[in-house]
């Protein structure tokens, strides 16, 4: 706790995610208690990625991917956020896209350089995808 | 994860959910999604808008008339071509408040504070009043001849006569250092 407390006051707009402790298990973000090696960022990473580049991912899929990675004490890498929204792509879900992307802002707390970071880096994927962001839409 | 389960008891809890009546039965209407009456079916998927869950189990608006239907499909084709209003829309329609709107402020403090202040004002009245009417008449000790005597024979009697009492009495001059 201590950990990831320290981690997020470090404030940068390179350091997103957090090494995360556990299994493989999505739900599994404790530590060591049970003697399991400690997951590295880009194992992380690349697990999140391909939950959600599942090509039949279903709406529950993406719901409960979100909601859990948005539960975790970190910001989503922009891969992680790109394949999310591809995600809502292929379940015609644009809504959900915006919705995404407001709740990266609103994990990034008091870091106020996390979320204009993780846009320009998602900027290919918004345009391809005509994915507006709240602020071109005026909902902030 | 305790958090997850938490958004599902916490939603109760929690005083921006805005619990939502099922499609099903007679009471559903379009926007019909009003603060909690006297019955939700809890065993339904429901609505709520919380920070750490992006993505509620159902939409806000979840009985969609022809416009909504045909913006529908229109989303089944490219984004692109949808249009600014558009695409508020098809937010909308799946959910109730933005991110800005969930974390509006809301002015319950002051209402908090005022209510304090009253509570306060009205336990100062119960005091005062219990001053006047509740408390018997004070001892005799307490009188000012008493208190003159009881405080010279104090001094006669050199009551802490190095650090205290005595000691702040100048006996030669008869007045306090």
């Given at each position: 706790m201590?950990?990831?407390a320290?981690?997020l ?8 995610t957090?090494?995360q ?12 208690a049970?003697g ?20 039949d991912i ?13 539960g ?15 995600a ?53 | ?7 599902r ?8 959910a805005?619990?939502?009546?099922t ?12 603060e ?24 806000w ?8 239907k ?7 084709g ?37 209510g304090m ?43 802490n ?17």
């Amino acid at each position: 706790m201590f950990r990831a407390a320290v981690r997020l006051s470090v404030s940068g707009a390179r350091s997103l995610t957090r090494p995360q402790l556990g299994l493989t298990a999505p739900l599994a973000q404790r530590c060591y208690a049970h003697g399991g090696k400690l997951e590295s960022d880009e194992e992380f990473d690349a697990r999140w990625v391909t939950y959600f580049n599942k090509a039949d991912i279903d709406a529950w899929e993406l719901r409960k991917g979100m909601n859990t990675l948005i539960g975790y004490d970190l910001v989503p890498e922009p891969k992680i956020l790109e394949a999310a929204l591809r995600a809502c792509r292929r379940l015609n879900d644009l809504a959900s896209a915006i919705r995404i992307l407001e709740a990266v802002k609103d994990k990034s707390g008091p870091h106020k350089k996390i979320y204009p970071y993780l846009i320009q880096e998602l900027r290919p994927t918004l345009d391809e995808l005509g994915i507006s962001t709240p602020e071109e839409l005026g909902m902030d | 994860m305790l958090h997850l389960t938490t958004g599902r008891v916490g939603c109760l809890l929690s005083k921006q959910a805005v619990v939502a009546l099922t499609s099903s039965g007679a009471r559903m209407s379009s926007h019909g999604h009003h603060e909690v009456s006297d019955s939700v079916d809890m065993s339904q998927p429901m609505y709520w808008d919380r920070l750490d869950t992006p993505l509620p189990d159902r939409p806000w608006k979840d009985v969609l008339d022809s416009t909504d239907k045909s913006l529908k499909q229109k989303e089944k084709g490219p984004w692109t071509a949808l249009s600014k209003e558009e695409k508020i829309a098809l937010y909308r329609l799946k959910f109730n408040h933005t991110y800005p709107e969930m974390k509006r402020p809301s002015h319950e403090w002051k209402t908090v504070i005022g209510g304090m202040f009253i509570f306060f004002g009205i336990t100062g009245l119960v005091v005062f009043w219990q001053g006047h009417y509740v408390y018997p008449p004070q001892p005799h000790t307490f009188g000012e001849e008493w208190q003159a005597k009881q405080i010279q024979r104090m001094l006669d009697m050199r009551i802490n006569p190095i650090e205290g009492f005595s000691a702040q009495w100048d006996y030669k001059n008869k007045q306090w250092k």
